[in-house]
């Protein structure tokens, strides 16, 4: 006697969740994101440059929801392929359970029900037999299209007429691509939207964009298909953790317009792959490294001399901002040595002669101003070292004061992954590196514009300690 056939519920439960789920739902190489800026407009790429530049001041867009892996598009696929895919005879023997069976199942989960993109090429492959009748479309993923063949076309489109409306009039195009990356950007008629998190890593997906009308759309969408529940739509400011959550995805979508240096691309890019890879500790080095070489740039350009070798990303910034103090500050005051002013007074002998003695009244008189100098210099020396122990921040700085933060924050950091300390480096970590980084980056290709390369180095640096006192927003 036959086995009963599995229902969908059963078999989602027993390969769900997705092991080892390498994040890229088509199975692409995720080296292909760094060529996904195409699919954003000019007007988007200005607003990601904006957040890249500033994320807390700019936020971004994001659109969350349930996946519901036994959605009705999913029970729709399951159903139209269970006679052809699923027989329930491949379950005969108890003893024996048919190999085939659990292919077909794993298959099954892992391809369509744990996915986006199958989902779009079923709804573009219906729209190429409507618009192209007679001709047999090719799905982008081969691997997927004998899912097709059991599908009736027309009571497809009926029973998804809304969500099959919402696809038609607000995401295909000419052109449309239905692959979707984790960490790249998709372009929909509306606009482009990248994957934060997908349904083969966890049922609360998260997906981004510089515009909210993507989003809608796509929410929309999926939530006609019955793949997505409880669908919202908000902008991001925090916290923290999830504000940079986009960052790497953004700035790799803008990559060669933000970054058209070759030989910054190309270190940069080394950071990429170990962040892809999720190997934070060397990501997090190899932006500090890329930070030590601006730093550098930074001291040789302003400082006209060599900058030590050998030295750590701290080691360079602390020597910098020294250098820089010691060139432009005033000398310091310095506590005087009383050990002549106590010879002088020793060698003066008080007797009732003294006061006729218009000599040794010269001399008492040039002691006792000593005394008096002293005590003033005194009081200054130790009004200075008060100030400079109350004042946050005592440096005299070409950076501005966020900047110079940054770059604090970027050392520690990269101290931590360095050292291997027990101060964790995560992802989180491997962002706010990142975004550190860049904002360094940014800063000197502005101020590169900004410095007039006559004047004289004094001069130079007196300037730019003027921009970072007083920066423009």
């Known amino acids: 006697m036959a086995e009963q056939q599995e229902t969908l519920s059963e078999i989602l439960a027993k390969w769900l969740p997705i092991k080892d789920s390498d994040a890229i739902w088509d199975g692409t190489d995720a080296k292909a994101l760094k060529n996904e800026g195409a699919v954003c407009t000019m007007a988007e790429i200005v607003q990601i440059k904006r957040y890249i530049e500033a994320p807390t001041s700019e936020g971004y867009w994001r659109l969350t929801g349930t996946w519901k892996y036994d959605g009705a598009f999913i029970q729709y696929v399951y159903q139209a392929n269970q006679k052809t895919r699923y ?47 007679g001709e047999q479309p090719s799905p982008r993923d081969p691997g997927i299209q004998h899912y097709f063949s059991d599908i009736d076309w027309a009571d497809f489109r009926a029973v998804f007429k809304d969500a099959n409306d919402i696809f038609v009039n607000e995401i295909y195009f000419d052109g449309f691509s239905p692959t979707f990356f984790i960490h790249g950007f998709a372009r929909l008629a509306q606009g482009s939207v990248c994957a934060l998190v997908g349904p083969a890593d966890d049922s609360t997906v998260k997906f981004a964009a510089s515009d909210q009308r993507s989003l809608h759309v796509l929410g929309r969408f999926l939530e006609a298909a019955g793949q997505l529940e409880s669908p919202i739509v908000d902008r991001v400011f925090s916290p923290e953790e999830d504000l940079f959550d986009p960052y790497f995805t953004f700035l790799s979508s803008v ?26 500790l060397h990501c997090v080095s190899s932006l500090g490294l890329i930070a030590e070489d601006h730093l550098i740039q930074v001291f040789e350009s302003y400082l006209r001399e ?71 210099s005194d009081r200054h020396y130790f009004t200075q070292r008060v100030e400079d122990l109350s004042k946050k921040d005592p440096r005299v700085s070409v950076f501005p004061k966020a900047l110079y933060l940054n770059i604090d924050e970027l050392i520690r950091h990269r101290n931590a992954a360095s050292h291997k300390t027990r101060v964790p480096v995560g992802r989180y970590e491997a962002l706010r590196s990142l975004y550190c980084l860049m904002t360094l980056i940014l800063w000197w290709r502005a101020e590169k514009q900004q410095i007039v390369w006559s004047d004289e180095k004094m001069q130079i640096i007196k300037s730019a300690i003027q921009r970072a006192s007083h920066p423009k927003n």
């Open 306 to 376: 060599a900058c030590p070798r050998g030295q750590t990303l701290g080691q360079v910034f602390d020597v910098l901002h020294s250098r820089v103090k010691d060139l432009v500050s005033p000398p310091k005051e310095k506590l005087k040595n009383l050990d002549s002013i106590y010879e002088q007074i020793k060698a003066l002998t008080i007797n009732e002669e003294l006061s006729e003695d218009k000599g040794a009244n010269e001399k008492l008189e040039g002691v006792l101003r000593q005394i008096v100098s002293t005590i003033v």
């Open 255 to 280: 990559f060669s317009s933000v970054l058209p240096d070759h030989r910054l691309q190309q270190q940069i890019g080394r950071a990429f792959e170990q962040f892809e890879n999720k190997d934070y």
């Open 87 to 133: 027989p329930s005879q491949v379950r005969s023997n108890k003893r024996n359970t048919t190999r085939a069976a659990v292919v077909h199942e794993s298959e099954f989960v892992e391809k369509i029900a744990s996915r986006l993109s199958p989902l779009l090429e079923v709804f573009t492959y219906a729209r190429k037999l409507e618009t192209t009748p």
